[in-house]
């Protein structure tokens, strides 16, 4: 069959978020046929390029996310009226009061009033974008600002909408804009996303939003995969912003995500953490199904079957350097580790991602020379100092194999962590490690690992010291650890897993392009089975070798291929 795959600042980039579990789940399918449609996270990331594509990526399609053009297109006065009708309905979904005691969506009614006048205002929007050929204009316009303020000081509205400032209104509408910049793309057409038989969301947000409207516009059904839940990410991204601008966004985030677990065949959280998320943002509990993403564990095989190659002094850390990691709290627990365990030191492997990144690794660097100034400084300092930053090329990527390998015990120090791939090469190089209880880290470990509170040095010391002590309880954990990754965690069960719902989905989905038969005429239902399909051309007959034990027996000499 052929998947139509979604994605967001990731693959078939070189870098981004993403990126390696798409290429392992692309590059397991090679029976089925991919085109991928990726919107892309900024110029660096596009000069930098693609990754090399298997033969089964028929079609590559991008677009930019982080820049639009005006489009040159000027509506008349009907179509003014008709964005000013559906902006204006979604807007006032926006800043409808909630009720707490009704969840977004109710699979068993079907949506409340307020999610379903914001559905139909977007299905509008979009209609009008492929009509009119476009809404940058329309949605950067004084017309977007005013209606969008309107909806704000309407009787009924929340109170935080209605306290909204002039700035607070232009940052919504801004933030809005770029959000549906997706509505006016030229994919949703027969050629585009309806020749795809499914549409995969690698993720929610800007991502799910093309395989929305080819649901609405084409009949497509859509498979949604999330490793976190962006009205999460908001949460925890805009802690600070006007209560106006909080409420507004959050509203439109979570309406969005209510409208994609509705429209979605099927969704797959990628942990129990996101799952939860999901639940109450309103997805059904009967369409979620956990897969876990996979990693290839040949890399980590001589690692995890030689467990005694670590070396039983050293803690490391890998992963991409910025303060959700917290290595602030690790470099403390690191100083009580050394003063207890002079012969400890620890690795630090990863590269920062941006300004932010950039600006705290040297905070991080400095602390580090603060904690240990005798070893800072002086002739040994190179060389000798307990405390070693080391870059691992692409931070996106994580950090290489042998970085986990190569070390007693890994840490993870993190306040906030989605799903902890760098945990997972631990586990497959069969080491113990120690984490701090956020996000999927406990689900993950299973048991195979110590756990303690987040911004806690002390802790996160003494659980370490317990295990740089006792040799064996480490081999215990390591092996532990490497047998519930291989079991769990691998790219095998992941794609397998993805195989089957991709063939569950199209089982039951109505046929949208009758199959013809030679004269014409539409095949009967079920005559072209999706497993059918096989991409490549099999026109000609291919040769059938004669057996020699079996020349006494009439064998067919050609054989068409089905």
């Keep these: 069959m052929r998947i139509g795959l979604l994605t967001e600042g990731g693959y078939p980039y070189v870098s981004g978020e993403g990126g390696p579990w798409c290429d392992r789940l692309v590059r397991g399918l090679g029976?089925?046929?991919?085109?991928v449609y990726a919107f892309s996270g900024g110029q660096a990331q596009e000069d930098a390029g693609w990754v090399p594509l298997p033969p089964q990526v028929r079609r590559v399609r991008t677009a930019p996310l982080w820049a639009a053009e005006d489009d040159g297109v000027v509506y008349g006065r009907r179509a003014r009226r008709r964005f000013s009708d559906h902006y204006g309905a979604l807007a006032a979904a926006l800043c409808a009061p909630a009720d707490p005691t009704t969840p977004a969506t109710t699979?068993?009614?079907?949506?409340?009033?307020?999610?379903?006048?914001?559905?139909?205002?977007?299905?509008?929007?979009?209609?009008?974008?492929?009509?009119?050929?476009?809404?940058?204009?329309?949605?950067?316009?004084e017309t977007a600002v005013r209606t969008l303020e309107r909806?704000?000081?309407?009787?009924?509205?929340?109170?935080?909408?209605?306290?909204?400032?002039v700035q607070d209104l232009l940052a919504v509408a801004a933030h809005l804009e770029r959000a549906l910049r997706p509505l006016s793309l030229?994919?949703?057409?027969?050629?585009?996303?309806?020749?795809?038989?499914?549409?995969h969301a690698a993720t929610g947000g800007a991502a799910a939003l093309p395989g929305l409207l080819a649901h609405h516009f084409l009949g497509v059904p859509l498979l949604l995969t999330e490793y976190g839940v962006r009205l999460r990410t908001h949460y925890l991204t805009r802690p600070d912003a006007p209560p106006a601008v909080r409420t507004l966004l959050a509203a439109f985030h979570g309406k969005v995500a209510?409208?994609?677990?509705?429209?979605?065949?099927?969704?797959?959280?990628?942990?129990?953490?996101?799952?939860?998320?999901?639940?109450?943002?309103?997805?059904?509990?009967?369409?979620?199904?956990?897969?876990?993403?996979?990693?290839?564990?040949?890399?980590?095989?001589?690692?995890?079957?030689?467990?005694?190659?670590?070396?039983?002094?050293?803690?490391?850390?890998?992963?991409?350097?910025?303060?959700?990691?917290?290595?602030?709290?690790?470099?403390?627990?690191?100083a009580a580790v050394r003063a207890r365990e002079p012969k400890t030191?620890?690795?630090?492997?990863?590269?920062?991602?941006?300004?932010?990144?950039?600006?705290?690794?040297?905070?991080?660097?400095?602390?580090?020379?603060?904690?240990?100034?005798?070893?800072?400084?002086?002739?040994h300092a190179v060389g000798d100092h307990p405390v070693s930053f080391e870059e691992s090329g692409n931070p996106d990527q994580g950090a290489p194999a042998d970085a986990s390998a190569g070390a007693a015990v890994t840490v993870l120090s993190s306040v906030v962590e989605g799903f902890p791939v760098g945990l997972i090469k631990a586990m497959l190089c069969g080491r113990a490690t120690v984490s701090t209880d956020v996000g999927a880290?406990?689900?993950?470990?299973?048991?195979?690992?110590?756990?303690?509170?987040?911004?806690?040095?002390?802790?996160?010391?003494?659980?370490c010291l317990s295990l740089l002590r006792d040799p064996e309880r480490r081999a215990r954990l390591g092996a532990a650890a490497?047998?519930?990754?291989?079991?769990?965690?691998?790219?095998?069960?992941?794609?397998?897993?993805?195989?089957?719902?991709?063939?569950?989905?199209?089982?039951?989905?109505?046929?949208r392009r009758p199959a013809l038969d030679g004269g014409g005429d539409p095949l009967l239902p079920f005559a072209a089975p999706a497993e059918a399909h096989i991409p490549g051309h099999w026109t000609e007959p291919t040769p059938r070798a004669v057996p020699t034990w079996a020349t006494d027996a009439p064998v067919p000499a050609t054989e068409t291929a089905r």
């Design 31 to 35: 029976q089925h046929e991919f085109d």
């Design 258 to 334: 209510a409208e994609t677990y509705r429209s979605a065949a099927f969704i797959t959280p990628g942990n129990t953490h996101t799952r939860r998320w999901q639940e109450r943002c309103g997805a059904d509990r009967a369409k979620l199904r956990t897969v876990y993403p996979g990693l290839d564990a040949t890399p980590f095989t001589e690692a995890g079957e030689s467990p005694q190659s670590a070396d039983p002094h050293t803690l490391v850390w890998s992963g991409r350097v910025e303060p959700a990691k917290d290595l602030v709290s690790l470099l403390h627990a690191f």
């Design 151 to 165: 909806a704000c000081r309407a009787p009924g509205a929340r109170r935080a909408t209605r306290e909204a400032r």
């Design 345 to 379: 030191r620890l690795r630090i492997v990863g590269g920062p991602t941006g300004p932010e990144g950039a600006a705290y690794l040297g905070h991080c660097k400095a602390l580090a020379a603060q904690l240990f100034p005798d070893e800072a400084e002086g002739p």
């Design 441 to 463: 880290v406990v689900e993950v470990i299973g048991g195979t690992g110590l756990v303690v509170p987040p911004r806690n040095p002390r802790a996160l010391a003494e659980a």
């Design 107 to 141: 699979p068993a009614d079907g949506p409340t009033p307020e999610a379903d006048r914001f559905t139909t205002a977007l299905h509008g929007l979009a209609e009008l974008a492929r009509d009119e050929g476009g809404l940058v204009a329309a949605l950067r316009s």
């Design 482 to 511: 490497r047998a519930r990754a291989l079991e769990l965690f691998t790219v095998e069960q992941n794609v397998a897993a993805f195989d089957g719902l991709y063939l569950e989905i199209v089982a039951r989905t109505p046929v």
């Design 186 to 199: 030229d994919w949703y057409e027969e050629d585009g996303l309806g020749a795809v038989d499914l549409c």
